[in-house]
Protein backbone atom coordinates (compact mmCIF):
# COMPACT_ATOMS: atom_id res chain seq x y z
CA UNK A 1 0.00 0.00 0.00
CA UNK A 2 1.57 3.23 -1.12
CA UNK A 3 0.89 5.85 1.65
CA UNK A 4 2.41 9.14 -0.51
CA UNK A 5 4.59 10.26 2.93
CA UNK A 6 8.19 10.61 3.19
CA UNK A 7 10.08 7.88 4.74
CA UNK A 8 12.30 9.83 6.79
CA UNK A 9 14.86 6.65 9.19
CA UNK A 10 12.57 4.10 10.36
CA UNK A 11 9.42 6.78 10.31
CA UNK A 12 6.83 7.89 7.68
CA UNK A 13 6.08 11.62 7.92
CA UNK A 14 3.59 14.23 6.16
CA UNK A 15 4.09 17.78 7.08
CA UNK A 16 3.99 19.56 3.67
CA UNK A 17 0.86 20.90 2.26
CA UNK A 18 2.67 21.03 -1.21
CA UNK A 19 1.37 17.52 -2.78
CA UNK A 20 1.18 16.08 -6.21
CA UNK A 21 0.31 12.69 -8.11
CA UNK A 22 2.38 10.78 -10.27
CA UNK A 23 1.33 9.97 -13.81
CA UNK A 24 0.04 7.32 -16.34
CA UNK A 25 1.43 7.79 -19.71
CA UNK A 26 -0.86 5.41 -21.58
CA UNK A 27 -4.02 5.92 -20.40
CA UNK A 28 -2.54 9.98 -20.08
CA UNK A 29 -4.28 10.19 -16.66
CA UNK A 30 -2.81 11.49 -13.25
CA UNK A 31 -2.65 7.81 -10.92
CA UNK A 32 -4.78 8.23 -7.82
CA UNK A 33 -2.10 8.36 -4.62
CA UNK A 34 -1.25 11.48 -3.08
CA UNK A 35 2.17 12.37 -2.28
CA UNK A 36 3.52 14.76 0.22
CA UNK A 37 6.20 16.93 -0.57
CA UNK A 38 9.14 17.05 2.22
CA UNK A 39 8.42 20.15 4.10
CA UNK A 40 12.16 22.36 5.76
CA UNK A 41 11.11 20.36 9.22
CA UNK A 42 11.41 16.76 7.26
CA UNK A 43 14.50 17.93 5.28
CA UNK A 44 16.01 19.38 8.67
CA UNK A 45 15.26 15.72 10.70
CA UNK A 46 16.47 13.72 7.50
CA UNK A 47 20.01 15.12 7.23
CA UNK A 48 20.63 15.02 10.86
CA UNK A 49 19.24 11.46 11.25
CA UNK A 50 21.87 10.49 8.12
CA UNK A 51 24.85 12.63 10.07
CA UNK A 52 24.02 10.84 13.67
CA UNK A 53 23.60 7.52 11.16
CA UNK A 54 26.84 8.15 9.66
CA UNK A 55 28.76 8.22 13.04
CA UNK A 56 27.70 4.72 13.60
CA UNK A 57 27.51 3.42 10.10
CA UNK A 58 30.83 4.09 9.35
CA UNK A 59 32.15 1.76 12.03
CA UNK A 60 29.91 -1.33 10.47
CA UNK A 61 32.01 -3.76 9.37
CA UNK A 62 32.01 -4.56 5.59
CA UNK A 63 30.51 -7.75 6.60
CA UNK A 64 27.68 -6.44 8.09
CA UNK A 65 27.15 -4.10 5.55
CA UNK A 66 27.25 -7.16 2.64
CA UNK A 67 24.44 -8.71 4.78
CA UNK A 68 22.61 -5.42 4.82
CA UNK A 69 22.84 -5.15 0.69
CA UNK A 70 21.84 -8.80 0.50
CA UNK A 71 18.81 -8.43 2.96
CA UNK A 72 17.43 -5.09 0.23
CA UNK A 73 18.09 -7.46 -2.28
CA UNK A 74 15.96 -10.13 -0.84
CA UNK A 75 13.25 -7.52 0.43
CA UNK A 76 13.03 -6.18 -3.57
CA UNK A 77 12.34 -9.69 -4.51
CA UNK A 78 9.28 -10.53 -1.95
CA UNK A 79 7.89 -7.56 -3.25
CA UNK A 80 8.35 -7.33 -6.92
CA UNK A 81 4.81 -7.88 -8.09
CA UNK A 82 4.16 -4.95 -6.40
CA UNK A 83 6.51 -3.22 -7.77
CA UNK A 84 6.16 -4.31 -11.34
CA UNK A 85 1.94 -3.05 -11.65
CA UNK A 86 3.14 0.31 -9.53
CA UNK A 87 6.26 0.85 -11.76
CA UNK A 88 4.37 0.21 -15.04
CA UNK A 89 1.45 2.88 -14.15
CA UNK A 90 3.96 5.42 -13.51
CA UNK A 91 6.01 4.83 -16.91
CA UNK A 92 4.50 3.04 -19.14
CA UNK A 93 7.07 1.01 -20.02
CA UNK A 94 6.17 -2.78 -20.26
CA UNK A 95 6.52 -5.71 -17.73
CA UNK A 96 9.16 -7.24 -19.29
CA UNK A 97 11.01 -3.73 -18.81
CA UNK A 98 10.50 -3.48 -14.97
CA UNK A 99 11.63 -7.17 -14.75
CA UNK A 100 14.54 -6.67 -16.76
CA UNK A 101 15.58 -3.17 -14.57
CA UNK A 102 14.83 -4.55 -11.52
CA UNK A 103 17.29 -7.52 -11.45
CA UNK A 104 19.54 -5.15 -12.63
CA UNK A 105 19.18 -3.46 -9.24
CA UNK A 106 19.28 -6.81 -7.59
CA UNK A 107 22.58 -7.72 -9.32
CA UNK A 108 24.07 -4.60 -7.99
CA UNK A 109 22.92 -4.74 -4.55
CA UNK A 110 25.09 -8.37 -4.70
CA UNK A 111 27.94 -7.48 -6.76
CA UNK A 112 28.57 -4.15 -3.60
CA UNK A 113 28.04 -7.27 -1.19
CA UNK A 114 30.45 -9.35 -2.96
CA UNK A 115 33.18 -6.74 -3.21
CA UNK A 116 32.79 -5.59 0.52
CA UNK A 117 34.04 -9.62 1.64
CA UNK A 118 36.72 -8.80 -0.92
CA UNK A 119 38.42 -5.88 0.67
CA UNK A 120 40.44 -4.34 -1.74
CA UNK A 121 38.18 -1.71 -2.56
CA UNK A 122 40.01 0.07 0.30
CA UNK A 123 42.88 0.24 -1.49
CA UNK A 124 44.95 -0.49 1.76
CA UNK A 125 48.36 -0.09 1.89
CA UNK A 126 51.13 0.08 4.58
CA UNK A 127 54.88 1.32 4.34
CA UNK A 128 57.09 0.02 7.21
CA UNK A 129 59.27 2.41 9.42
CA UNK A 130 62.83 2.64 8.58
CA UNK A 131 63.76 4.00 12.15
CA UNK A 132 67.31 3.82 11.08
CA UNK A 133 67.50 5.63 7.28
CA UNK A 134 69.53 8.58 7.32
CA UNK A 135 69.32 11.61 7.27
CA UNK A 136 66.10 11.46 8.09
CA UNK A 137 63.81 8.08 9.37
CA UNK A 138 61.04 6.79 7.72
CA UNK A 139 57.83 6.57 9.70
CA UNK A 140 55.38 3.94 9.53
CA UNK A 141 52.76 5.06 7.58
CA UNK A 142 49.24 2.88 6.96
CA UNK A 143 46.45 4.31 4.72
CA UNK A 144 42.93 3.14 3.86
CA UNK A 145 39.85 4.27 2.10
CA UNK A 146 37.27 6.26 4.34
CA UNK A 147 33.30 6.45 3.57
CA UNK A 148 33.07 10.18 2.71
CA UNK A 149 29.33 10.87 4.66
CA UNK A 150 25.95 11.24 4.23
CA UNK A 151 25.15 11.31 0.25
CA UNK A 152 22.37 13.35 -1.87
CA UNK A 153 20.99 10.57 -4.47
CA UNK A 154 19.09 11.90 -7.15
CA UNK A 155 17.02 9.50 -8.72
CA UNK A 156 16.54 9.56 -12.31
CA UNK A 157 13.61 9.75 -14.76
CA UNK A 158 14.20 7.10 -17.70
CA UNK A 159 15.73 4.48 -14.77
CA UNK A 160 12.71 4.08 -11.50
CA UNK A 161 14.80 1.38 -10.28
CA UNK A 162 18.39 0.84 -12.12
CA UNK A 163 19.34 4.27 -11.21
CA UNK A 164 17.24 5.75 -8.58
CA UNK A 165 15.94 4.42 -4.75
CA UNK A 166 18.22 1.41 -4.58
CA UNK A 167 20.16 1.74 -7.76
CA UNK A 168 23.77 2.22 -8.58
CA UNK A 169 24.66 5.31 -6.70
CA UNK A 170 22.74 4.05 -3.51
CA UNK A 171 23.72 0.96 -3.38
CA UNK A 172 27.46 2.12 -3.73
CA UNK A 173 27.04 4.36 -1.28
CA UNK A 174 25.54 2.29 1.25
CA UNK A 175 28.65 -0.21 0.40
CA UNK A 176 31.10 2.65 0.82
CA UNK A 177 29.10 2.98 4.74
CA UNK A 178 27.53 6.36 3.47
CA UNK A 179 23.94 7.28 4.56
CA UNK A 180 22.01 8.13 1.76
CA UNK A 181 19.36 10.36 1.55
CA UNK A 182 17.19 9.75 -1.49
CA UNK A 183 15.38 12.82 -3.62
CA UNK A 184 12.90 10.88 -5.10
CA UNK A 185 11.84 11.65 -8.68
CA UNK A 186 8.63 12.99 -8.91
CA UNK A 187 7.50 10.98 -12.08
CA UNK A 188 7.90 7.53 -9.89
CA UNK A 189 7.76 8.78 -6.27
CA UNK A 190 4.88 5.79 -6.15
CA UNK A 191 7.65 3.35 -7.02
CA UNK A 192 10.52 4.67 -4.84
CA UNK A 193 8.09 4.45 -2.02
CA UNK A 194 7.90 1.10 -2.57
CA UNK A 195 12.00 0.36 -2.81
CA UNK A 196 12.24 2.87 0.00
CA UNK A 197 10.25 0.88 2.47
CA UNK A 198 12.72 -2.73 1.38
CA UNK A 199 15.38 -0.78 2.41
CA UNK A 200 14.33 0.11 5.76
CA UNK A 201 12.84 -3.48 6.54
CA UNK A 202 16.29 -4.84 5.54
CA UNK A 203 18.16 -2.18 7.66
CA UNK A 204 16.09 -3.10 10.48
CA UNK A 205 16.48 -6.82 10.08
CA UNK A 206 20.37 -6.25 9.65
CA UNK A 207 20.20 -3.45 12.74
CA UNK A 208 21.63 -0.88 10.89
CA UNK A 209 21.69 2.64 12.43
CA UNK A 210 17.68 4.93 12.06
CA UNK A 211 18.76 7.12 9.23
CA UNK A 212 20.93 5.41 7.09
CA UNK A 213 18.48 5.49 4.44
CA UNK A 214 15.79 8.10 3.86
CA UNK A 215 13.39 9.05 1.01
CA UNK A 216 11.82 12.43 0.32
CA UNK A 217 9.24 13.20 -2.17
CA UNK A 218 9.58 16.29 -4.19
CA UNK A 219 6.90 17.67 -6.50
CA UNK A 220 9.33 20.66 -7.81
CA UNK A 221 13.53 21.24 -7.45
CA UNK A 222 12.89 23.13 -4.17
CA UNK A 223 13.50 19.77 -2.17
CA UNK A 224 17.01 19.49 -4.08
CA UNK A 225 18.25 22.70 -3.88
CA UNK A 226 17.82 22.84 0.29
CA UNK A 227 19.58 18.88 0.61
CA UNK A 228 22.37 20.24 -1.75
CA UNK A 229 22.53 23.27 0.90
CA UNK A 230 22.21 21.14 4.32
CA UNK A 231 25.92 20.87 6.01
CA UNK A 232 25.02 17.62 6.80
CA UNK A 233 25.45 16.29 3.26
CA UNK A 234 29.15 15.76 1.85
CA UNK A 235 28.77 14.54 -1.24
CA UNK A 236 25.51 14.15 -4.22
CA UNK A 237 24.67 11.39 -6.54
CA UNK A 238 22.84 12.87 -9.96
CA UNK A 239 21.82 10.90 -13.72
CA UNK A 240 20.02 13.42 -15.52
CA UNK A 241 20.19 16.52 -18.32
CA UNK A 242 23.00 18.71 -18.18
CA UNK A 243 20.97 22.03 -16.95
CA UNK A 244 19.94 19.45 -13.91
CA UNK A 245 23.00 18.73 -13.38
CA UNK A 246 25.24 21.72 -13.81
CA UNK A 247 22.62 23.69 -11.68
CA UNK A 248 23.51 21.26 -8.78
CA UNK A 249 27.54 21.36 -9.47
CA UNK A 250 26.78 24.97 -9.26
CA UNK A 251 25.50 25.01 -5.87
CA UNK A 252 27.34 22.42 -4.39
CA UNK A 253 30.35 24.73 -5.37
CA UNK A 254 28.84 27.60 -3.75
CA UNK A 255 28.18 26.28 -0.91
CA UNK A 256 30.84 27.24 2.41
CA UNK A 257 32.09 24.60 2.61
CA UNK A 258 31.68 22.68 -1.18
CA UNK A 259 31.05 18.89 -1.34
CA UNK A 260 31.58 16.97 -4.61
CA UNK A 261 28.93 16.37 -7.13
CA UNK A 262 29.12 12.94 -9.49
CA UNK A 263 26.80 14.09 -12.13
CA UNK A 264 25.73 11.80 -15.47
CA UNK A 265 24.24 13.83 -17.87
CA UNK A 266 23.82 12.44 -20.93
CA UNK A 267 25.30 12.11 -24.33
CA UNK A 268 24.90 11.89 -28.12
CA UNK A 269 27.41 9.09 -28.56
CA UNK A 270 28.70 9.73 -31.62
CA UNK A 271 28.56 6.54 -34.35
CA UNK A 272 31.87 6.15 -36.72
CA UNK A 273 31.23 4.18 -39.88
CA UNK A 274 33.56 3.48 -42.05
CA UNK A 275 33.45 2.58 -45.37
CA UNK A 276 34.54 -1.75 -45.77
CA UNK A 277 32.24 -2.41 -42.99
CA UNK A 278 29.78 -0.42 -44.70
CA UNK A 279 29.78 -1.88 -48.03
CA UNK A 280 29.49 -5.43 -46.57
CA UNK A 281 27.06 -4.64 -44.08
CA UNK A 282 25.06 -1.66 -44.62
CA UNK A 283 21.64 -3.67 -44.84
CA UNK A 284 22.37 -5.53 -41.57
CA UNK A 285 24.09 -2.06 -39.43
CA UNK A 286 20.76 -0.09 -40.95
CA UNK A 287 18.49 -2.73 -38.99
CA UNK A 288 20.57 -3.28 -35.84
CA UNK A 289 21.08 0.96 -35.44
CA UNK A 290 17.48 1.70 -36.00
CA UNK A 291 16.78 -0.80 -33.10
CA UNK A 292 19.10 1.00 -31.15
CA UNK A 293 17.51 4.58 -32.03
CA UNK A 294 14.03 3.47 -30.57
CA UNK A 295 14.53 0.61 -27.87
CA UNK A 296 12.75 2.17 -25.13
CA UNK A 297 11.66 5.35 -27.07
CA UNK A 298 15.19 6.51 -27.19
CA UNK A 299 15.26 6.74 -23.14
CA UNK A 300 18.89 6.15 -22.70
CA UNK A 301 21.47 8.38 -22.02
CA UNK A 302 23.88 6.03 -23.95
CA UNK A 303 21.37 6.41 -27.21
CA UNK A 304 22.89 6.77 -30.28
CA UNK A 305 22.15 10.52 -31.49
CA UNK A 306 25.03 10.93 -34.08
CA UNK A 307 26.07 8.96 -36.57
CA UNK A 308 29.33 10.20 -38.63
CA UNK A 309 30.31 8.70 -42.03
CA UNK A 310 31.90 9.38 -45.34
CA UNK A 311 29.84 10.73 -48.64
CA UNK A 312 29.79 7.62 -51.03
CA UNK A 313 27.15 5.52 -52.72
CA UNK A 314 27.31 3.33 -49.55
CA UNK A 315 26.46 5.73 -47.17
CA UNK A 316 23.27 6.86 -49.28
CA UNK A 317 22.09 3.23 -49.03
CA UNK A 318 22.55 2.69 -45.25
CA UNK A 319 21.03 6.06 -45.11
CA UNK A 320 18.13 5.22 -47.01
CA UNK A 321 17.44 1.74 -45.22
CA UNK A 322 18.04 3.18 -41.78
CA UNK A 323 15.17 5.45 -42.33
CA UNK A 324 12.88 2.32 -43.93
CA UNK A 325 14.06 0.32 -40.76
CA UNK A 326 13.14 3.29 -38.11
CA UNK A 327 9.58 4.20 -39.98
CA UNK A 328 8.48 0.15 -39.67
CA UNK A 329 9.18 0.19 -35.89
CA UNK A 330 6.29 1.67 -34.08
CA UNK A 331 6.42 4.05 -31.75
CA UNK A 332 6.25 3.55 -27.93
CA UNK A 333 5.31 5.59 -24.95
CA UNK A 334 7.64 7.68 -23.75
CA UNK A 335 7.54 8.44 -19.47
CA UNK A 336 6.02 11.56 -19.16
CA UNK A 337 4.29 14.04 -20.60
CA UNK A 338 7.33 16.70 -19.55
CA UNK A 339 9.43 14.20 -21.60
CA UNK A 340 7.29 13.58 -24.86
CA UNK A 341 6.81 17.33 -24.77
CA UNK A 342 10.67 18.62 -24.63
CA UNK A 343 11.54 15.95 -27.00
CA UNK A 344 9.33 17.59 -29.38
CA UNK A 345 10.59 20.67 -28.86
CA UNK A 346 13.99 19.38 -29.40
CA UNK A 347 12.82 17.96 -32.89
CA UNK A 348 11.47 21.69 -34.08
CA UNK A 349 14.83 23.46 -32.77
CA UNK A 350 16.95 20.73 -35.32
CA UNK A 351 13.68 21.11 -37.86
CA UNK A 352 13.99 25.18 -37.99
CA UNK A 353 17.92 24.79 -38.52
CA UNK A 354 18.37 25.44 -42.33
CA UNK A 355 21.14 23.32 -42.48
CA UNK A 356 19.41 20.41 -41.26
CA UNK A 357 17.32 17.96 -43.08
CA UNK A 358 14.63 15.58 -41.70
CA UNK A 359 15.01 11.85 -43.87
CA UNK A 360 11.75 10.34 -41.93
CA UNK A 361 8.42 11.13 -43.24
CA UNK A 362 5.82 13.33 -41.40
CA UNK A 363 2.94 10.42 -39.94
CA UNK A 364 0.20 11.23 -38.10
CA UNK A 365 0.16 9.68 -33.99
CA UNK A 366 -2.73 9.72 -32.74
CA UNK A 367 -1.93 8.31 -29.38
CA UNK A 368 -1.01 10.82 -26.52
CA UNK A 369 3.02 10.71 -25.17
CA UNK A 370 3.83 8.15 -28.42
CA UNK A 371 6.77 10.32 -30.17
CA UNK A 372 7.86 9.96 -34.07
CA UNK A 373 10.80 8.42 -34.84
CA UNK A 374 13.06 10.92 -36.93
CA UNK A 375 16.53 11.04 -38.65
CA UNK A 376 18.10 14.08 -39.95
CA UNK A 377 21.17 14.88 -41.84
CA UNK A 378 23.57 17.95 -42.10
CA UNK A 379 27.61 17.81 -43.54
CA UNK A 380 30.24 17.73 -40.96
CA UNK A 381 31.36 21.43 -42.30
CA UNK A 382 27.76 22.94 -41.23
CA UNK A 383 27.91 20.41 -37.72
CA UNK A 384 31.57 21.44 -37.03
CA UNK A 385 29.55 25.56 -37.16
CA UNK A 386 26.57 24.65 -35.35
CA UNK A 387 27.40 23.52 -31.41
CA UNK A 388 23.56 23.68 -30.56
CA UNK A 389 23.25 19.98 -33.04
CA UNK A 390 25.20 18.29 -30.15
CA UNK A 391 22.64 19.08 -27.78
CA UNK A 392 21.38 15.72 -26.53
CA UNK A 393 17.55 15.27 -27.79
CA UNK A 394 16.21 12.69 -25.38
CA UNK A 395 14.25 10.48 -27.82
CA UNK A 396 14.32 8.00 -30.53
CA UNK A 397 16.18 10.46 -33.15
CA UNK A 398 19.47 10.29 -34.37
CA UNK A 399 21.88 13.21 -36.72
CA UNK A 400 23.71 11.64 -40.04
CA UNK A 401 26.84 13.79 -40.33
CA UNK A 402 28.16 13.35 -43.58
CA UNK A 403 31.81 13.77 -43.86
CA UNK A 404 34.33 14.59 -47.10
CA UNK A 405 37.61 12.74 -46.27
CA UNK A 406 39.23 11.11 -43.16
CA UNK A 407 40.65 14.97 -42.38
CA UNK A 408 37.57 16.10 -41.92
CA UNK A 409 36.29 13.07 -39.88
CA UNK A 410 38.95 13.98 -37.55
CA UNK A 411 38.04 17.51 -37.33
CA UNK A 412 34.61 16.53 -36.53
CA UNK A 413 35.57 14.54 -33.55
CA UNK A 414 38.02 17.48 -32.82
CA UNK A 415 34.58 19.71 -32.43
CA UNK A 416 33.19 17.08 -30.12
CA UNK A 417 32.31 17.66 -26.52
CA UNK A 418 32.68 14.97 -23.78
CA UNK A 419 30.95 11.69 -24.08
CA UNK A 420 29.67 9.14 -22.84
CA UNK A 421 30.66 6.64 -25.54
CA UNK A 422 31.91 6.41 -28.84
CA UNK A 423 31.36 3.86 -31.39
CA UNK A 424 33.62 2.69 -34.00
CA UNK A 425 31.97 0.30 -36.80
CA UNK A 426 34.80 -0.98 -39.38
CA UNK A 427 36.69 -4.10 -40.54
CA UNK A 428 40.25 -4.02 -38.77
CA UNK A 429 42.48 -3.16 -41.69
CA UNK A 430 40.07 -0.37 -42.94
CA UNK A 431 42.25 2.11 -44.55
CA UNK A 432 40.64 5.29 -43.30
CA UNK A 433 40.47 3.45 -39.91
CA UNK A 434 43.28 5.07 -38.26
CA UNK A 435 45.50 5.29 -34.92
CA UNK A 436 44.96 9.27 -35.42
CA UNK A 437 41.11 8.88 -35.20
CA UNK A 438 40.99 6.31 -32.24
CA UNK A 439 43.27 8.75 -30.23
CA UNK A 440 40.96 11.26 -31.09
CA UNK A 441 37.91 9.66 -29.94
CA UNK A 442 39.32 8.41 -27.06
CA UNK A 443 40.13 12.09 -25.68
CA UNK A 444 36.10 12.46 -25.71
CA UNK A 445 34.77 9.61 -24.44
CA UNK A 446 34.48 7.18 -21.45
CA UNK A 447 33.63 4.24 -23.42
CA UNK A 448 34.40 2.59 -27.11
CA UNK A 449 32.62 0.28 -28.68
CA UNK A 450 33.96 -1.44 -31.61
CA UNK A 451 31.29 -3.14 -34.22
CA UNK A 452 28.36 -2.90 -31.40
CA UNK A 453 25.63 -0.63 -30.11
CA UNK A 454 26.43 2.48 -27.69
CA UNK A 455 22.91 1.47 -25.60
CA UNK A 456 23.13 -1.49 -22.68
CA UNK A 457 25.63 -1.03 -19.86
CA UNK A 458 27.33 -4.11 -18.91
CA UNK A 459 27.36 -3.91 -14.80
CA UNK A 460 31.04 -5.29 -14.11
CA UNK A 461 34.20 -4.18 -12.68
CA UNK A 462 35.91 -2.65 -16.49
CA UNK A 463 32.81 -0.83 -17.25
CA UNK A 464 33.40 3.16 -17.27
CA UNK A 465 29.82 4.96 -17.26
CA UNK A 466 31.29 8.48 -17.50
CA UNK A 467 33.53 10.96 -19.53
CA UNK A 468 34.45 14.39 -20.15
CA UNK A 469 32.38 17.22 -19.14
CA UNK A 470 29.01 17.63 -20.00
CA UNK A 471 28.83 13.80 -19.96
CA UNK A 472 29.78 13.65 -16.66
CA UNK A 473 31.00 16.57 -13.70
CA UNK A 474 34.50 14.52 -13.57
CA UNK A 475 35.40 11.48 -16.15
CA UNK A 476 37.76 10.09 -13.04
CA UNK A 477 34.74 8.14 -12.15
CA UNK A 478 32.08 5.54 -13.50
CA UNK A 479 28.19 5.67 -12.24
CA UNK A 480 28.08 1.70 -13.33
CA UNK A 481 30.07 -0.84 -11.85
CA UNK A 482 32.11 -1.52 -8.21
CA UNK A 483 34.41 1.13 -8.68
CA UNK A 484 31.75 3.52 -8.58
CA UNK A 485 31.99 3.06 -4.80
CA UNK A 486 35.28 5.30 -5.06
CA UNK A 487 33.09 8.21 -5.43
CA UNK A 488 31.95 7.49 -1.93
CA UNK A 489 35.79 6.98 -0.26
CA UNK A 490 38.56 9.56 0.81
CA UNK A 491 42.15 8.42 1.79
CA UNK A 492 43.05 9.05 5.28
CA UNK A 493 46.91 7.89 5.76
CA UNK A 494 47.90 6.73 9.82
CA UNK A 495 51.61 7.53 10.80
CA UNK A 496 53.10 5.93 13.44
CA UNK A 497 50.12 4.87 15.16
CA UNK A 498 49.59 2.28 18.13
CA UNK A 499 48.01 -0.73 16.88
CA UNK A 500 45.13 -0.95 19.34
CA UNK A 501 44.15 2.41 17.37
CA UNK A 502 44.84 1.53 14.10
CA UNK A 503 41.19 0.13 12.76
CA UNK A 504 41.03 -3.72 11.70
CA UNK A 505 42.01 -3.20 8.12
CA UNK A 506 45.68 -1.64 8.89
CA UNK A 507 46.65 -4.22 12.16
CA UNK A 508 50.00 -5.99 11.46
CA UNK A 509 48.05 -9.60 11.73
CA UNK A 510 45.48 -8.74 8.89
CA UNK A 511 42.62 -9.87 10.94
CA UNK A 512 39.90 -9.45 8.46
CA UNK A 513 42.70 -11.34 6.48
CA UNK A 514 42.27 -8.92 3.04
CA UNK A 515 44.07 -8.06 0.44
CA UNK A 516 46.82 -5.42 1.53
CA UNK A 517 49.79 -3.64 -0.37
CA UNK A 518 52.89 -4.17 2.32
CA UNK A 519 55.55 -2.40 1.24
CA UNK A 520 54.89 -2.45 -2.35
CA UNK A 521 53.96 -5.81 -2.39
CA UNK A 522 50.31 -7.14 -2.49
CA UNK A 523 49.22 -9.64 -0.27
Known sequence: MISGKNQIGEDLSS???????????????????????????????????????????????????????????????????????????????????????????????????????????????????IPNRKPLPKPDLRKMLMPIGPVVVFGASNFPLAYSTAGGDSASALAAGCPVILKSHPMHAGTGELVSSAIIRAAKKTNMPNGVFSNLNSKGIEVGIKLVNSPHIKAVGFTGSLKGGRAIYDLASKRIHPIPVFAEMGSVNPVLIFPKKLKKEYAELAKQYAKSITVGSGQFC????????????????????????????????????????????????????????????????????????????????????????????????????TCQDDKEMYAVIESLEGQLTGTVIAENNDTFLTQEIIDALELKVGRIIFNGVPTGVEVCESMTHGGPYPASTDSRFTAVGINSIKRWLRPVSYQDFPQSLLPEELKNGNPLNIKRNINGFIT
Open 15 to 129: DSNVTFQTFDPKLNIENDTIFFEASDTEIQKATKLASDAFKIFKQVSAKKRSEFLIQISEELKLISSEITKIYCSETGLPEARCLGELGRTINQLVSFAELLKEGKYQEVSIDSP
Open 302 to 401: TNPGIIISFESDDFDLFIKRLVEEIEQISPSCMLHPNIYNAYNLGLEKIKQNSNVSELTHEINITDKNYPKHVISHVSAEKFMEDKSLQHEVFGPCSLIV
